[in-house]
């Protein structure tokens, strides 16, 4: 059987919709998925073995540049992509009318979530089969439950399996170190920078090497700061996601704020604290053995405010207390 996978962004959707493939793999030997992706997360599904072909796709750089997209055929060639390919069928995971308008080039019946269930209802206009799955629950867990029903096999009770091997992943270290994944979107997200240097001069203390990624010259800068005049403590050249991703899995452990990377870090099954602020964990939270949330408790916490800041009373104090209670255990070894 030959499916195709629509499950374009963002990273922690990405990630999230890993397990439903473990699942299928292992009901129906023999499965195979194409995945069409947002360009800057193709790295990702070709990590799962059940993954035949990864198709790119560049909506949010083809809304900002239409004319350039259709002069160099972009556009026209994704989709003639579609159209030869020769799928059982399709399952849109992403509910988004963005996601289910590229089905519509695809010959073979569309899988969907109902009216009730999909993030944005017109999405189902595209869908010869839909499914009801509850809202009150994690994302990973939905994403599993609409494989399950769209591909006709019982639904796993077991804990989630990404699929990803950790091990072979994982970049060489000549010492243990641990990783902290300091960068963000939203302004509110962010833990402040002095609390991060705190952390990153306590857990130097205790021995331990320091390691933070970056993706722009900002997160860079800051990185810089933090880690400035501490003794095994350092910033990591610029990485692709791949790079970053075999970091992570080499990684002792990791304490991240609500980004992507906190979730590829569940996915991997590296030992996490996850810091919440205006954000919370329980329908979009880092998933996985050894995770570890720590939400803010202020009076603009948990509100989706962007821009209000909320982790004052989440201090570093209480991440040291959480991250080497964290590295005792059994999990972490």
């Known amino acids: 059987m030959k499916v195709l996978l629509v499950k374009t962004s963002s990273l922690g959707d990405v990630v999230h919709t890993l397990p439903a493939l473990t699942d299928a793999q292992r009901a129906l030997p023999g499965i195979q998925f194409d995945w069409v992706v947002e360009e800057g997360f193709a790295e990702i599904p070709a990590w799962h073995p059940a993954v035949a072909q990864v198709i790119p796709v560049a909506i949010r750089r083809w809304r900002k540049h239409p004319l350039q997209t259709l002069r160099k055929g972009e556009w026209q060639r994704f989709k003639a992509r579609l159209r030869e390919g020769r799928y059982d069928l399709v399952i849109d995971a992403q509910g988004l009318l963005k996601s289910a308008w590229l089905t519509r080039y695809v ?171 205006p954000t919370l964990p329980g329908r979009v939270g880092a998933y996985g053995r050894s995770q570890v949330h720590l939400c803010a408790s202020g009076p603009n916490a948990g509100r989706g405010d962007r821009h209000k800041p909320c982790f004052d009373d989440l201090r570093p104090e209480r991440v040291v207390t959480e991250l080497k209670a964290l590295l005792r255990a059994p999990e972490s070894v």
């Open 107 to 277: 010959k073979a019946p569309v899988a969907g979530l109902d009216r009730e269930s999909a993030r944005e209802p017109i999405a189902v206009r595209f869908y010869d089969r839909c499914y009801a799955v509850p809202r009150d629950q994690h994302a990973l867990e939905r994403v599993r439950q609409l494989f399950a029903q769209a591909l006709a096999y019982p639904l796993p009770q077991d804990v989630a399996d990404y699929g990803l091997d950790r091990e072979q992943m994982a970049a060489p270290s000549d010492q243990p170190y641990l990783l902290f994944l300091h960068g963000t979107t939203w302004p509110s997200k962010h833990w402040p920078e002095a609390y991060w240097r705190e952390l990153t001069e306590r857990m130097s203390d205790f021995g331990w090497a320091i390691r933070l990624p970056w993706g722009n010259a900002e997160e860079k800068a800051r990185a810089e700061r933090i880690v400035s005049g501490i003794a095994n403590a350092a910033v990591l050249p610029k990485l692709n996601l791949a790079g970053v991703a075999r970091v992570i899995a080499g990684a002792r452990a990791c304490v991240a704020v609500d980004t992507g990377l906190g979730h590829l870090a569940a996915a991997l099954d590296v030992p996490s604290i996850s810091l919440y602020g």
